[in-house]
């Protein structure tokens, strides 16, 4: 009988260290992402590393605890590029914005971050958040150019102005977007 196919993943991913995402059995967030440094029957061994790329120590754990194993995958792609860049991810370039004193302070904030490359995790009515570029601004709406954790262009809506309730810029997640979403756009 041929070697499991588990074993060939992890062999691959130890011998050119690919990045592969490993679940566990019973465990909601129990999901990592690295590459394999060493395995036996027992045991796996892997180089673990955060959302945004940076190395985050090893893991030891038991064969019979994997659930499943992603690899050759999207995910896998985009956190190599976050592994290779993640020093980029650190530099946290100087943007300014001016504040005014108005009751629409929205709008000028806004107003700041249109049709620029800075992306804008826009708090919508105290709750939920959208992460994009503002391509538009009127008097009571906007667009947004949306863009997903993983840097996928997810398209464009439209908010009523009124409805942001906060606004974040240049976040380690917003430039983690923004990288990604460019490595995406570059390797179309």
């Given at each position: 009988?041929?070697?499991s196919?588990?074993?060939?993943?992890l062999?691959k991913?130890?011998e050119?260290?690919?990045i592969?995402?490993?679940?566990?059995?019973?465990?909601?967030?129990?999901?990592?992402?690295?590459y394999?440094?060493?395995?036996?029957?027992?045991?796996?061994?892997?180089?673990h590393?955060?959302?945004?790329?940076?190395?985050?120590?090893?893991i030891?754990e038991?064969?019979?605890?994997?659930?499943?194993v992603?690899?050759?995958?999207d995910?896998?792609k985009?956190m190599?590029?976050?592994?290779?860049?993640?020093?980029?991810?650190?530099?946290?370039?100087?943007f300014?914005l001016?504040?005014?004193?108005?009751?629409?302070?929205?709008?000028?904030?806004?107003?700041?971050?249109?049709?620029t490359?800075?992306?804008?995790?826009l708090?919508?009515?105290?709750?939920?958040?959208?992460?994009?570029f503002?391509?538009?601004?009127?008097?009571?709406d906007?667009?947004?150019?949306?863009?997903?954790?993983?840097?996928?262009?997810?398209?464009?809506?439209?908010?009523?102005i009124?409805?942001v309730?906060?606004?974040?810029v240049?976040?380690?997640?917003?430039?983690?977007?923004?990288?990604?979403?460019?490595?995406?756009?570059?390797?179309?």
């Open positions: 009988m041929s070697e196919i588990l074993f060939e993943i062999k991913s130890k050119n260290k690919e592969i995402g490993i679940w566990k059995y019973n465990e909601d967030d129990g999901f990592w992402a690295g394999v440094k060493d395995y036996n029957e027992e045991l796996v061994t892997i180089q590393y955060t959302k945004y790329g940076k190395s985050d120590g090893i030891i038991r064969i019979e605890n994997i659930k499943s992603d690899f050759d995958d995910y896998a985009a190599q590029c976050l592994i290779d860049y993640s020093s980029e991810l650190d530099k946290d370039e100087k300014e001016e504040l005014n004193n108005d009751e629409e302070w929205q709008t000028g904030i806004l107003k700041q971050l249109e049709g490359d800075r992306i804008a995790r708090e919508i009515n105290g709750s939920d958040y959208f992460s994009g503002i391509t538009k601004l009127s008097e009571s906007l667009i947004l150019h949306c863009v997903g954790k993983m840097g996928e262009d997810e398209g464009t809506v439209i908010y009523r009124e409805d309730t906060a606004v974040r240049n976040d380690i997640e917003n430039r983690k977007r923004v990288m990604l979403f460019k490595w995406r756009k570059a390797s179309l």
